[in-house]
Structures are given as C-alpha cells and as structure tokens.
C-alpha cells in the first residue's frame, strides 16, 4: 500500500460519477470530504474560478486552505471533488510535487455526454463539438497522465469492490470495509441510445476516436495500469 497522503484532489468532466466517488469515500473513517468548496461562494472562495487561465499563485493557496480544514476536521485526509481540478493537475504537479494524490474518474462519452446535454446548465444549442472539446481536457487527457489515478465508471459500476480495494490502496488508505462502495456508482450505462441522435453519436465517436481508443472504449485499451483498468467494454456492455 501507498504511503498516505493528506490531500486527495478528484477531477473529471460532469455527468462522469466523480460526486458519486467522492461521497463514497466521505464514507472512509479517515476522511473527510469536502464537495467543490472551491467553486464560487463556498468553502475555499473562488481560487479555481479560472477557466480561461491559471495563475501559479492559486496551488499553494489551495495546499494551504486544505490543510486548515483537514485539520480542523480531525481526520487524515481531505478530499475534495471539483471538476476543474483536472484541468490544472499538471499545475499542481509542477508546483507542489508531492504534496496531492490526483484522481480522475472518466466515462463512456458518449453516455457522459448524453446526460451533459440533459441539464439545465447548457442550452439547447450546445454544439456537439463543445461537448467533446469538454469530455478530452476534462477527463481524456487528465486520465492518462502518469501520476493521475484514473477511475472507470464503468468498473466502479460493475466490480465496485474490486475497483474501491484498487483505488483506496493507489490513495494509500487502507479499509477491510469495502461495503462504501456498494451502490456508489448507478449501472447508467448505455443510456445515450435512447437520448442521443445516431447522427450525434456518430459525430461524437469521429471527433473522439482517439481517446475512446486509448482508453478502450474502442478496441483494445492501452495499458492503462491504476484503479481504472480492467477488461474492455465492448458494444454489449456500453
């Protein structure tokens, strides 16, 4: 097992299951966990509302209001879950070598982005091209790094305890109680046949065939080796 580390900092396009992730693991004695406090007007202010930059002054702020509130906490570790982290993990690795875990769940995009499309957060006229543009920095790209932990939806869904053993030793946490991750992750897969258009589909496996490659969700994967591998899914499973 990994030696432990006080910060966990969970990443991920939305619509891919990392909230479901992050409250499975508020379940672990020596966590405490925190929802996107670092969104606007909540815990930690708005040092990631930064979307369209990075400022290298953000990483130590955040080391620093993580530590005030573990400590606070009396627990272990923090964890805390905001979709932007993955966007800067490599930020944060530069900056703090050392100092967090990284953890970046990723899904089917083509299920990810069929329940993207169905919140209220976008409009209707999202193009197709902003989505996938979406699902590659936030999950694609992130998820492969060498020192990022990636999380398969799908796996956590179908083996969870296989998968949250797996996870919980890379984070260096060890538990016997893998019951946290019954039911942490809804069996949603395949669901963007009944939402998506075949001409979306279709436009979405184009534009994301490299990735979907890479991570196996068309052919073989490859290689990746953390808490997200397992066989390939094939059009059965999806």
Not at 42 to 71: N, Q, T
Not at 82 to 101: E, K, M, N, V
Not at 146 to 165: D, M
């Amino acid at each position: 097992m990994k030696q432990e580390c006080r910060f966990v900092l969970i990443g991920g396009s939305g619509r891919c299951g990392s909230t479901a992730l992050g409250q499975t693991l508020s379940k672990h004695p020596s966590v405490a966990y925190v929802h996107e406090g670092f969104r606007k007007r909540r815990l930690f202010g708005s040092y990631l509302d930064c979307e369209r930059r990075w400022d290298d002054r953000i990483a130590p702020v955040i080391h620093e209001e993580m530590e005030k509130v573990r400590a606070s906490s009396g627990k272990k570790v923090l964890v805390e879950k905001s979709p932007q982290h993955s966007r800067w993990f490599h930020h944060y690795h530069r900056l703090l070598p050392g100092c967090f875990r990284y953890v970046c769940m990723f899904r089917d995009p083509l299920d990810t982005i069929a329940s993207l499309k169905s919140q209220k957060w976008w409009n209707e006229l999202t193009s197709i091209q902003f989505f996938c543009d979406w699902w590659r920095d936030y999950s694609a790209i992130p998820s492969r790094l060498p020192y990022v932990i990636p999380v398969r939806y799908e796996h956590l869904a179908k083996s969870p305890h296989e998968t949250g053993k797996k996870l919980l030793a890379d984070l260096g946490l060890g538990c016997d109680d893998l019951s946290m991750f019954d039911d942490s992750t809804p069996d949603h897969m395949g669901k963007w046949k009944k939402s998506l258009t075949g001409a979306e589909a279709d436009e979405i496996v184009q534009r994301l065939k490299p990735e979907m490659e890479a991570l196996g969700y068309l052919g073989e994967p490859a290689g990746l080796t953390s808490a997200g591998t397992g066989p390939t899914l094939d059009a059965a499973d999806r």
